[in-house]
């Protein structure tokens, strides 16, 4: 066997970041994987081109007819993605809002019953408020950190259970092996948004999850610079979303997935010193006299700060945290445009810090840390509150 053929999936997390999905060229003899720029690939024969098109009807690996289905470059990038989130299979989708359309629409109908958490992003909350029942698929939004709630809210056509394992923006810390077993008695599908901690904090399969989603834009791809949705779970509720990804049109392009394949090889580095970043900010923001709160989930302060302690791996909290200053919206302002390093901008899981002031919610500050020193941007927030 050659040494290229090695078998990386039950080595380290850090290893299959790099190696999983990916080995030399057999032509050129190129480490790293092409960008596979084509539409489609051609065969000898017209029996050998039918027999592909029977065998890609049931999804089979490492066939590629078309790249809307299936292309070279993004199955790398799907291979090393089931690696990390401890998967059967996976699919790589064009955007995070791709991700949760295909794992909601390929698992609800017309007249089915689906639970959401009550704080998630913007688009999802569209989702579940106009776009579902406009379909006919009723929707019920639920406190989660109450999950007796989820409880209530159950109704004989209950199919799903979705929820923002950290919400955005409250940081809600969902209690998922508890949520499980409620959505797994009812027979219902139990989908998790894990975009806001990535597999190197929080692996939602291997704590009763069904499918993960993710916005791979934010933690996976972690540059700004490319767009990308991830759907993970078994092999057979992954059929399920790929025909409806494949008909919906929702495939990454080879570029962006040449790009998301570079990204995730320093993942374990990133998000492991965006969190210790994140850690330091919040200890240093709760010691000053203009904040009201800090919400993070690595804090004592937090409500579900023991929960994460017992569901995050390897003591990391992930790169997100929230400020509320005591005064109102013209303070907010005043800190947000003071600050120098991070750009004011929407988007998160970044190498760089951004911060994001909420006026919707009662003017709360979300920063998603980067991978800076962490004294210059303590400083930098420093002079932003001396400016106020």
Aim: aromatic fraction near 8%; charged fraction near 25%; include cysteine.
């Amino acid at each position: 066997m050659s040494r290229y053929d090695t078998d990386y999936t039950k080595m380290g997390l850090a290893t299959r970041a790099i190696k999983v999905g990916e080995a030399r060229e057999p032509i050129t003899k190129a480490l790293n994987t092409p960008i596979f720029e084509t539409s489609s690939y051609g065969y000898e024969t017209a029996e050998e081109y039918d027999e592909m098109l029977k065998r890609g009807a049931d999804w089979e690996e490492d066939l590629f007819i078309y790249s809307r289905t299936t292309n070279p470059t993004t199955d790398a990038v799907r291979k090393k993605v089931m690696a990390l989130e401890g998967s059967e299979d996976a699919i790589i989708c064009s955007c995070g809002m791709a991700a949760i359309s295909n794992a909601l629409l390929s698992n609800l109908n017309a007249g089915d019953h689906v639970i959401c958490s009550d704080d998630t992003f913007m688009c999802t909350s569209s989702m579940f408020a106009d776009i579902l029942p406009a379909k006919g698929i009723e929707t019920s939004r639920v406190e989660i950190l109450d999950i007796e709630n989820i409880e209530k809210a159950m109704r004989p056509n209950t199919k799903v259970v979705y929820l923002e394992v950290l919400s955005n923006p409250q940081l809600k810390l969902a209690n998922l092996p508890a949520i499980a077993q409620i959505a797994h008695k009812h027979g219902c599908k139990f989908i998790v948004d894990n975009t806001f901690l990535s597999p190197i904090v929080l692996k939602p399969l291997q704590l009763g999850a069904d499918i993960v989603v993710h916005s791979g834009t934010k933690y996976y791809v972690g540059h700004g610079d490319a767009l990308c949705g991830i759907v993970a779970g078994s092999r057979q509720d992954m059929d399920k979303v790929r025909y409806y990804y494949d008909n919906f049109g929702s495939h990454i392009s080879p570029f962006n997935s040449w790009l998301l394949l570079r990204s995730i090889k320093t993942m374990p580095l990133r998000v492991k010193q965006q969190s210790a970043n994140a850690l330091a900010l919040a200890k240093w923001f709760e010691t000053r006299d203009e904040v009201d709160f800090v919400t993070y989930p690595g804090l004592e302060s937090h409500k579900q700060h023991e929960l994460a302690k017992q569901i995050f791996e390897d003591g990391v909290f992930g790169g997100m945290l929230c400020v509320h200053l005591k005064d109102g919206y013209e303070q907010m302002c005043k800190f947000v445009d003071a600050t120098k390093i991070p750009p004011v901008a929407t988007s998160l899981g970044d190498v760089v810090t951004l911060v994001f002031p909420k006026s919707a919610y009662n003017n709360l500050i979300r920063i998603s840390t980067g991978c800076e020193d962490v004294n210059d941007l303590i400083a930098d927030f420093t002079q932003a509150f001396e400016q106020m």
